[in-house]
């Protein structure tokens, strides 16, 4: 059995992370994945890891194949493109792990990704949204198929969250600066009608 090489990102942009719950559109059991966007300087190292899990898994299967044609699959990183077709200077790795897993004596394990904060304190319920500053750990995972080639999945295990964006951050969070223009009334606590305000807390409390 081949050991697994262990991998922790520089600090990045996470782009449509499911990491508090999994994803379930194209797998019932669900996955956690998100894309962490990091630029070309700060990618090199990771990059490299990659193609070389790759190289040696291309190696290792030639010669089992003995003599067939063997490919390589795309690696799990992709150059970042804008509207135009141009790169942006950013690299996007596609990290992934499944929410349940069968081991080999058939039974099932459910699997979650370990979130900490920028102190290394674990964080429970968070709800990471995209846009927010993470760091990112795990496996390469090298594999084989005859029709998809060699290639490397990043299992992700766990992601420290540097900064957070979530669904109650503020404007600045996303980069907004105070601007001239239209400017939404705020309500005093006097300006709330009696049946207002039992409107909102009964909404809070589904919450």
């Not at 150059?79 to 942006?88: I, L, P, R, V, Y």
């Not at 239209?182 to 009964?202: C, T």
């Amino acid at each position: 059995m081949n050991k697994m090489v262990k991998y922790t990102t520089p600090k990045g942009v996470a782009q449509y992370p499911y990491l508090d719950k999994p994803d379930t559109k194209f797998n019932p059991q669900g996955d956690y994945k998100l894309n962490l966007v990091l630029d070309k300087k700060n990618a090199k190292e990771l990059m490299s890891l990659v193609d070389n899990e790759i190289d040696k898994k291309f190696v290792a299967v030639s010669k089992e194949v003995k003599g067939k044609r063997v490919k390589k699959a795309d690696p799990p990183y992709l150059f970042e493109m804008d509207d135009d077709g141009n790169e942006t200077g950013n690299i996007v790795f596609k990290l992934k792990q499944k929410a349940e897993i069968t081991s080999k004596t058939g039974k099932t394990i459910n699997m979650k990704v370990r979130l900490f904060d920028a102190k290394g304190k674990p964080l429970n319920d968070v709800a990471v949204w995209g846009g927010s500053l993470v760091k990112c750990a795990g496996s390469l995972m090298p594999y084989y198929t005859p029709t998809l080639g060699v290639g490397v999945s990043m299992k992700l295990a766990a992601c420290q969250v540097i900064d957070l964006v979530t669904s109650d951050s503020s404007a600045d969070t996303f980069g907004f600066n105070e601007e001239d223009g239209y400017e939404a009334e705020q309500k005093s606590e006097e300006d709330i009608l009696p049946e207002e305000e039992g409107h909102i807390e009964e909404s809070e409390s589904d919450f």
